[in-house]
């Protein structure tokens, strides 16, 4: 850190008599080849100082949040396909300078040349803390042991990016984010650019009412936002090497009245061809929250798959991760109902906290049924994507191989 920013840093640090403590993140997001936003919450407000630039150079560029408790630094002049790292500094107590650094990195976005990608994905992050036994013991919280044994293991992946098939709370609330999500997930998030497919529970329990309309704003765009489509945060896309993840948001389907349309002449279906015509000769890979095949406890939401699953074939998707069921799930590609070999895989990517659900019935498209919590590791090399799925437990519950 040079002497003019830390002469700064103890003249300002003499304005407040404590130390205010990141109670929140940092966590990364809305990545490009070029940018990279920073977020992070204080306890109380204050100043504060990042320092980034190409690993291990930490501290090639400064930037400053005003005083505050939610932060905000928009990291510009990045290259593509560069690892990087960064420093958070707030004020220390003796108001003479700053607190030990909070750390962290990310990569850019690749260029299409580049032809590696990897990622982690999982899916409900929510469930509420349990009640009591009848006889007053504790019970054991399950679904935060669980949590905390994916992030344990997920910290250890080598990753691009982290992505949600939804539903990261149980309330949807974000008062309940830092217990069910930003916590165990710090260090997960902290180098990995969050991207998220809505669940039902981002829309709150009330989304059947129109009086919910100001729910998502207030709570889930608290914490988390997007900026490649008009629709943000509901649905948008992103391309990074050989590759297009695109997120799309089925809650209308789930009842969400503020969620957009999803029937053949709905902006978001007429984006989803558009979107899915530009991308040419790349990986084309969906995530949303509501099954289209399902055999758990919810089964396929056919709202869903009556809208969009001919799309997905006709333009050449090749995986779609989704949630919604409380299991994992992995189909046969599938190709007008049938197993076939030119057809779309779909993965249920279901729950990393609540209890997992049980298989309700047979189908012909599935290729492999486990009831646990999991998370997902995806690879990309070239024309191949290999996508290894694990419990928290880090037993190895699946592996499958797709071609482009």
Same mark, same amino acid.
């Given at each position: 850190?040079?002497?003019?920013?830390?002469?700064?840093?103890?003249?300002?640090?003499?304005?407040?008599?404590?130390?205010?403590?990141?109670?929140?993140?940092?966590?990364?997001?809305?990545?490009?080849?070029?940018?990279?936003?920073?977020?992070?919450?204080?306890?109380?407000?204050?100043?504060?100082?990042?320092?980034?630039?190409?690993?291990?150079?930490?501290?090639?560029?400064?930037?400053?949040?005003?005083?505050?408790?939610?932060?905000?630094?928009?990291?510009?002049?990045?290259?593509?396909?560069?690892?990087f790292?960064?420093?958070?500094?707030v004020?220390?107590?003796?108001?003479?300078?700053?607190?030990?650094?909070?750390?962290?990195?990310?990569?850019?976005?690749?260029?299409?040349?580049?032809?590696?990608?990897?990622?982690?994905?999982?899916?409900a992050?929510?469930?509420?803390?349990?009640?009591?036994?009848?006889?007053?013991?504790?019970?054991?919280?399950?679904?935060?042991?669980?949590?905390?044994?994916?992030?344990?293991?997920?910290?250890?992946?080598e990753?691009?990016?982290?992505?949600?098939?939804?539903n990261?709370?149980?309330s949807?609330?974000?008062?309940?984010?830092?217990?069910e999500?930003?916590?165990?997930?710090?260090?997960?998030?902290?180098?990995?650019?969050?991207?998220v497919?809505?669940?039902?529970?981002?829309?709150g329990?009330?989304?059947?009412q129109?009086e919910?309309?100001?729910?998502?704003?207030?709570?889930?765009?608290r914490?988390?936002?997007?900026?490649?489509s008009?629709?943000?945060?509901k649905?948008?896309?992103?391309d990074?090497?050989?590759?297009?993840?695109?997120?799309?948001?089925?809650?209308?389907?789930?009842? &969400?009245?503020?969620?957009?349309?999803?029937?053949?002449?709905? +902006?978001? #279906?007429?984006?989803?061809? %558009? $979107?899915?015509?530009? /991308?040419?000769?790349?990986?084309?890979?969906?995530?949303?929250?509501?099954?289209?095949?399902?055999?758990?406890?919810?089964?396929?939401?056919?709202?869903?798959?009556?809208?969009?699953?001919?799309?997905?074939?006709?333009?050449?998707?090749?995986?779609?991760?989704?949630?919604?069921?409380a299991?994992?799930?992995?189909?046969?590609?599938?190709?007008?109902?049938?197993?076939?070999?030119?057809?779309?895989?779909?993965v249920?990517?279901?729950?990393? &906290?609540?209890?997992?659900?049980?298989?309700?019935?047979?189908? +012909?498209? #599935?290729?492999?049924?486990? %009831? $646990?919590?999991?998370? /997902?590791?995806?690879?990309i090399?070239?024309?191949?994507?290999?996508?290894?799925?694990?419990?928290?437990?880090?037993?190895?519950?699946?592996?499958?191989?797709?071609?482009?």
């Amino acid at each position: 850190m040079n002497k003019i920013l830390l002469l700064s840093l103890f003249l300002l640090g003499g304005v407040y008599a404590y130390a205010a403590q990141i109670i929140r993140g940092p966590y990364i997001e809305d990545p490009t080849q070029t940018t990279m936003i920073v977020k992070w919450q204080t306890d109380e407000a204050t100043p504060a100082w990042l320092e980034y630039g190409p690993s291990p150079r930490c501290n090639q560029i400064m930037t400053v949040t005003p005083e505050g408790t939610q932060h905000k630094a928009i990291l510009y002049g990045l290259v593509p396909n560069q690892d990087f790292c960064y420093r958070i500094y707030v004020n220390n107590s003796a108001k003479d300078g700053v607190q030990e650094p909070v750390t962290g990195t990310f990569r850019t976005l690749y260029s299409a040349e580049r032809k590696v990608v990897n990622f982690l994905a999982l899916g409900a992050t929510g469930e509420d803390i349990p009640l009591p036994s009848p006889d007053g013991l504790p019970v054991p919280d399950e679904a935060a042991m669980a949590r905390a044994g994916l992030a344990a293991l997920m910290e250890q992946e080598e990753s691009d990016f982290l992505i949600h098939t939804g539903n990261i709370t149980h309330s949807g609330l974000n008062q309940d984010a830092d217990r069910e999500f930003f916590e165990p997930f710090k260090n997960v998030l902290s180098k990995n650019p969050l991207f998220v497919a809505l669940g039902p529970n981002e829309y709150g329990p009330d989304r059947e009412q129109r009086e919910s309309k100001s729910f998502l704003r207030t709570n889930y765009s608290r914490y988390h936002d997007m900026t490649w489509s008009k629709a943000t945060p509901k649905y948008y896309s992103f391309d990074t090497a050989n590759a297009r993840f695109i997120f799309l948001d089925t809650n209308v389907a789930e009842g &969400a009245v503020w969620a957009p349309e999803i029937g053949e002449k709905s +902006a978001q #279906t007429e984006w989803l061809k %558009s $979107t899915l015509a530009t /991308a040419g000769e790349k990986w084309k890979i969906v995530v949303m929250n509501a099954p289209a095949y399902s055999t758990g406890a919810r089964g396929s939401n056919n709202e869903v798959a009556l809208n969009w699953v001919k799309i997905f074939e006709d333009y050449r998707v090749k995986l779609v991760i989704q949630g919604g069921d409380a299991d994992y799930e992995r189909t046969f590609p599938m190709y007008r109902g049938e197993p076939n070999a030119r057809g779309v895989t779909y993965v249920t990517l279901g729950t990393a &906290a609540p209890a997992p659900g049980k298989r309700q019935h047979s189908d +012909a498209s #599935t290729a492999r049924f486990v %009831s $646990t919590r999991h998370y /997902a590791s995806g690879k990309i090399v070239d024309r191949k994507l290999t996508l290894k799925v694990y419990s928290d437990k880090g037993k190895q519950l699946d592996t499958m191989e797709i071609y482009l």
